[in-house]
Antibody, heavy 120, light 109 residues
Framework: QVQLQESGPGLVKPSQTLSLTCTVS??????????WAWIRQHPGSGLEWIGC???????SYNPSLKSRLFITADTSNNQFSLKMNSVTAADTAVYYC?????????????WGQGTTVTVS | EIVLTQSPGILSLSPGERATLSCRAS???????LAWYQQKPGQAPRLLIY???NRASGIPDRFSGSGSGTDFTLTITRLEPEDFAVYYC??????????FGPGTKVDVK
């Protein structure tokens, strides 16, 4: 059973770069038909899609965040990562990684537990 | 960009009652690439429905999804105590782009 686990600093200073990693266990990120996504949730708010990467490295980003984002995949360690630069207090949120399954109409069927990032 | 609107914002019901949640898209969603998620406080979202009407693995049959084009519905036939939560719809456009609706909170009346 595939599991995802986010890791990274819980506190980031304004103007610095937020760096998070999602480690995939019980499966491999190079599996065909799956994509790997980042989503965030501001305190008391809904879900915001951040971006997505395929195992081959093709990326797609939320247009509103695109200029600050960089998502990469590390197939040797079965991980994918998010970097967001020039963070502000508005980037304080719970960050989730998730697996997208193409066969299931591009739904997000597996999620990490989420990690809280505070910008202060 | 397709914008999703969910209604109502809050749905106050009693256990055993039927819940009907709406998700409306600003443009037609091709291929029924529409999913529903349940989120409880302090937890990650959980996939309930994909492809507008397909239940995800392990989801009880009291949950059902319907709709096409721009109007989609999540129905919970008889609310169990564990069903009181926030529900989100999500759509997939082409080129790996996704959007979520703002959510509907189902709370105890």
């Amino acid at each position: 059973q595939v599991q995802l686990q986010e890791s990274g600093p819980g506190l980031v200073k304004p103007s610095q770069t937020l760096s998070l990693t999602c480690t995939v266990s019980g499966g491999t990120i190079i599996s065909g038909g799956y994509y790997w996504a980042w989503i965030r949730q501001h305190p008391g708010s809904g879900l915001e899609w951040i971006g997505c990467i395929t195992y081959s490295g093709t990326t797609s980003y939320n247009p509103s965040l695109k200029s600050r984002l960089f998502i990469t995949a590390d197939t040797s360690n079965n991980q994918f990562s998010l970097k967001m630069n020039s963070v502000t207090a508005a980037d304080t949120a719970v960050y989730y990684c998730a697996r997208v399954r193409e066969l299931h109409y591009y739904s997000l069927g597996v999620w990490g537990q989420g990690t809280t990032v505070t910008v202060s | 960009e397709i914008v999703l609107t969910q209604s109502p914002g809050i749905l106050s019901l009693s256990p055993g009652e039927r819940a009907t949640l709406s998700c409306r898209a600003s443009q037609s969603i091709a291929g029924n690439y529409l999913a529903w998620y349940q989120q409880k406080p302090g937890q990650a979202p959980r996939l309930l429905i994909y492809g507008a009407s397909n239940r995800a693995s392990g989801i009880p049959d009291r949950f059902s999804g319907s709709g096409s084009g721009t109007d989609f519905t999540l129905t919970i036939t008889r609310l169990e105590p564990e069903d009181f939560a926030v529900y989100y719809c999500q759509q997939y456009a082409s080129s790996l782009k996704f959007t979520f609706g703002p959510g509907t909170k189902v709370d105890v009346k």
